[in-house]
């Protein structure tokens, strides 16, 4: 069966730091893999996703991730974090068979931004 | 475009009573799915419903269970609650599912007592 890590419970950055969250993923196939974010008592949204192709995906907000099939990772990055990018970010896999689509999540990584 | 609803955003039960959640999906978006969020357990598939047919169903006991309508909307039941049902169930609408294209709503926050 699927599953997601997600090593960091909680990271804090500075305002314009850089970011970087980890994402580890097990599955026999080839995955699909997404980043999502939730901010209090909101639903999930979408950063971006991968299916294939090029293993560099740009998503919304500025972030970015890169597939590692090597490493079974998929990294979450932004250059520049700014104060409302605190929240809550969940990776996911989802399974490549026809008929049994389901994400799996990992346990999240909270996001705290200081000034 | 209207995002997906859910009702009722909030809900206290008791302990033994059943309680129904309801989704209302994108306009045009067939398939439905139910995650159920905890600090616990974090986020679990609950089951997914294309086309009025459930065609996926996680690892939860019976007393969940779901259907969808025509118009796509959806609703879950729970039945006996149970302490341990407090959480955030979150709806998801996508137009076949396996396109992976979820965009999911606000949630339902239930609370059992």
């Known amino acids: 069966a699927q599953s997601v890590t997600q090593p960091d419970i909680h990271i804090t950055v500075s305002e314009g730091a850089s970011l970087e969250l980890r994402c580890n993923y097990s599955?026999?196939?080839?995955?699909?893999l997404f980043w999502y974010v939730q901010s209090p008592g909101q639903g999930l949204q979408l950063l971006l996703k991968?299916?294939?192709?090029?293993?560099l995906v740009q998503g919304i907000k500025g972030f970015e991730a890169e597939f590692k099939r090597s490493q079974s990772s998929f990294n979450l990055r932004k250059p520049s974090v700014h104060w409302s990018d605190a929240a809550e970010y969940f990776c996911?896999?989802?399974?490549?068979?026809?008929?049994?689509?389901?994400?799996?999540f990992g346990t999240g990584t909270r996001l705290t931004i200081i000034p | 475009k209207a995002g997906v609803t859910q009702t009722p955003r909030y809900l206290i039960k008791t302990r033994g009573q059943q309680v129904t959640l309801s989704c209302s999906p994108i306009?045009?978006?067939?398939?439905v799915s139910w995650y159920q969020q905890t600090p616990g357990q974090g986020l679990q598939f609950l089951f997914e419903?294309?086309?009025?047919?459930?065609?996926n169903k996680g690892n939860f006991p019976g007393r969940f269970s779901g259907r969808q309508f025509s118009n796509s909307r959806s609703e879950m039941n729970v039945s006996t609650l149970e302490l341990g049902d407090s959480a955030l169930y979150l709806c998801?609408?996508?137009?076949?599912?396996?396109?992976?294209?979820?965009?999911f709503g606000s949630g339902t926050r239930l609370t059992v007592v």
């Open positions: 998801a609408s996508s137009l076949e599912g396996r396109d992976y294209g979820y965009t």
């Open positions: 996911a896999v989802g399974i490549s068979n026809f008929g049994n689509e389901k994400l799996t």
């Open positions: 306009s045009g978006h067939r398939s």
């Open positions: 599955y026999g196939a080839t995955p699909y």
């Open positions: 991968y299916f294939s192709g090029d293993t």
């Open positions: 419903y294309f086309s009025e047919t459930q065609r």
